[in-house]
Nanobody, 116 residues
């Protein structure tokens, strides 16, 4: 059974940093998976925050550009989201998703809380 496991969330003050990790089992990130980080804040819909293609091309939603960095280590089957200059609006549960063609796998999420 494919599993994606997020870690690295927690409570941080505004302006601080966190690094999220997404570790996969039973799939190989080297197999052309697109990795996405999503988040769902209180009372909000889930939104795509950042995405990285298998060749390394990254894209970001406007609100996190210049503050968040997505990366992947295919050898470790792990993806990362470095989050700097965090704002209270970044408070959410963060999920990773691995997709390839019609297949898509989600993790269970990790809570990020940014205090003022």
């Amino acid at each position: 059974q494919v599993q994606l496991r997020e870690s690295g969330g927690g409570l941080v003050q505004a302006g601080g940093s966190l690094r999220l990790s997404c570790a996969a089992s039973r799939i190989s990130f080297g197999g052309a998976y697109v990795i996405g980080w999503y988040r769902q804040g209180p009372g909000k819909q889930r939104e795509l925050v950042a995405q990285i293609e298998d060749k390394g091309t990254a894209s970001y939603t406007h609100s996190v550009k210049g503050r968040f960095t997505i990366s992947r280590d295919n050898a470790k089957n792990t993806a990362y989201l470095q989050m700097d200059s965090l704002k209270t609006d970044d408070t959410a549960v963060y999920y990773c998703k691995a997709s390839r063609g019609f297949a898509a796998y989600w993790g269970r999420g990790t809570q990020v809380t940014v205090s003022s």
